[in-house]
């Protein structure tokens, strides 16, 4: 059975965009001289995998409208990868996170060509210097795609206004995560917790992985207003169970699949919305081992194994996986109540609920 990310055979079209925008802006960028590939070569790497979710939602949301498919759609699609890559390239740096997808993290990489040539400084600096270098120039290029896509000029301007928001609010987003990793979460309710929790993911998360996709996409294609709501409740819905099953798989998500350590978002101390459950429902041993242990960077599998037992026999697991369940429900009644929405698009977005929120994505 063919997966609903490859009908039209969409992940394959996008692809090729990609390598070729790579081409187009290795020409651009050829007479600063070879040292910026580097910065290409990052770049690449990134962009050479990945289920290709946030194009997918694009391009079926302006099929959902009734739209043909067509080269331009695909060009516009294409831009949601690299917006994804300089999202995950500044993510990583934030994070301090030691690889993305099975390989080192951009800023990892850079510091290691920098020690192999024996230049000098701080190889770490370099790193992370030139990642955040290589994640403005994505952010840049996803610009240059949707502005020379090629679809009709005020279909595009109806969707730009969609693109721009979100832009806005995924930066905004992302300094929402960084707060709160820092503020203090032993005074709050349990409540409040959640809440804060979830606030990250639906900016940092739900809204760009689908909702905003899928409405460039629908909005460019002219779909009636209430429609255009119903999806937008379906992407928000859908968005933040992504977002859920991948805080579990964060934790206890196969290394193989996930291209991350085993307990990589433990190390890293996120404050999910998991952990917000972890801490309502264990006793005070395990709240103490949360204090002590999450955000240890030099985590064992002994300390990771232990903080999954705590996670475990809280509840939490079970609490995020009702909560995941009734999302992707939410999201799939959204979809039926967008009646004009065009048949074929509607049968790939329900059965883009399942890809979403997976077990094992």
């Known amino acids: ?20 925008e790579l081409r187009r802006q290795a020409v651009v960028l050829d007479e600063l001289g070879p040292d910026v590939t580097d910065l290409l070569d990052r770049v690449g790497s990134l962009l050479a995998g990945g289920k290709r979710l946030r194009a997918a939602f694009l391009y079926w949301g302006h099929r959902a409208a009734g739209r043909a498919d067509s080269d331009e759609l695909v060009r516009l699609a294409t831009a949601m990868e690299f917006f994804q890559a300089a999202a995950l390239i500044h993510d990583d740096v934030m994070d301090d996170s030691d690889t993305r997808r099975g390989m080192p993290a951009a800023h990892r990489a850079l510091a290691a060509v920098h020690t192999e040539r024996g230049w000098g400084g701080d190889d770490e600096r370099f790193g992370v210097a030139g990642a955040i ?36 609010q995924l930066m905004a987003g992302q300094f929402l995560d960084v707060v709160d990793s820092v503020r203090p979460w032993d005074d709050l309710a349990a409540s409040e917790r959640i809440e804060r929790a979830q606030r990250v993911i639906r900016y940092k998360s739900a809204k760009y992985t689908v909702e905003h996709p899928l409405l460039i996409g629908a909005t460019a294609g002219g779909l009636g207003e209430s429609d255009l709501a ?7 819905d859908l968005g933040h169970a992504f977002q ?44 103490q081992l949360l204090r002590t242990a999450l955000g240890d960077p030099n985590l064992g599998t002994t300390a990771v194994d232990d903080l999954r037992a705590v996670i475990t026999d809280s509840g939490a697991v079970d609490a995020v996986e009702s909560e995941i369940s ?12 967008a009646t004009g929405v065009a048949p074929d698009a509607a049968v790939i977005l329900d059965q883009l609920v399942e890809i979403s929120t997976a077990r094992t994505a």
């Open 326 to 337: 009734r999302l992707a429900a939410s999201a799939r009644t959204s979809l039926a109540a």
């Open 244 to 287: 859920l099953r991948d805080d579990l798989l964060g934790v206890f998500g196969d290394p193989e699949t996930t291209g991350k350590p085993a307990g990589d978002d433990l190390r890293e101390g996120k404050r999910t919305v998991l952990i917000a459950h972890t801490l309502s429902g264990t006793d005070d041993a395990g709240r």
């Open 1 to 20: 059975m063919t997966s609903p990310l490859d009908e039209a055979d969409l992940r394959a079209r996008v692809q090729a965009c990609i390598d070729e």
């Open 133 to 168: 270098l290589a994640g403005n120039l994505c952010l840049t290029w996803t610009d240059e795609l949707v502005a020379t896509s090629g679809l009709d000029a005020s279909d595009l301007a109806q969707g730009r206004v969609v693109f721009d928001r979100m832009r806005t």
């Open 230 to 236: 119903h999806l937008s409740s379906y992407g928000l």
